[in-house]
């Protein structure tokens, strides 16, 4: 299957007072389709966030919005293009990966504290284009990322956040 080039399609979400930047990789092909970050219905990253700060977990772009500029989060993506195979949303799909700018982006907006992935794709493409940075890597919301159950992530995500 030949690959496709795709360039990322959503702006970040950050607001003025945004303390911590969570990168994912590149969205999905879901994602694409609902447009809007973490869309695949089976991925827990919202549902993670709302068990952490013990809310309802938002549904429509809206409430996301809210919920993040409520708890001072900015989202984005650690690719901004590549090429991948139609049909396919895995990381390991991704080739000819240009990062985003992220370093101009922590300029703009100082109040930005910590930058965390939720990928290992993501971890390497910051490690590599970005040596100032070290990210903070939460295990995956994928639906792929089974090895540990929602409450381990939930855990883990809230410890290396240092939330609440």
């Known amino acids: 299957m030949e690959n496709e080039k795709l360039i990322h399609p959503f702006k970040p979400i950050i607001f003025k007072d945004s303390k911590i930047l969570i990168l994912g990789t590149f969205p999905s092909i879901k994602s694409f389709e609902n447009n809007f970050y973490y869309s695949h219905p089976k991925n827990q990253f919202w ?28 989202l984005w993506d650690s690719i901004c293009e590549c090429k991948r195979s139609k049909g396919n949303s895995r990381d390991d799909n991704l080739t000819d990966i ?29 490690k590599k284009h970005f040596k100032n940075l070290n990210p903070i890597y939460l295990p995956s919301p994928s639906p792929l990322n089974a090895r540990i159950n929602l409450q381990e992530k939930v855990k883990k995500w809230k410890k290396l956040l240092q939330l609440m």
């Not at 966030?49 to 809210?66: A, G, H, M, W, Y």
């Not at 990062?99 to 982006?105: G, N």
């Open 47 to 74: 549902k993670i966030l709302s068990l952490i700060f013990n809310e309802k977990e938002p549904k429509s772009i809206e409430e996301k919005i809210e919920f993040l500029k409520r708890h001072k989060i900015a």
């Open 98 to 126: 240009k990062p985003c700018p992220i370093e101009d982006f922590l300029k703009k907006y100082p109040n930005i504290k910590k930058v965390a992935v939720t990928s290992r794709l993501a971890e390497k493409v910051i």
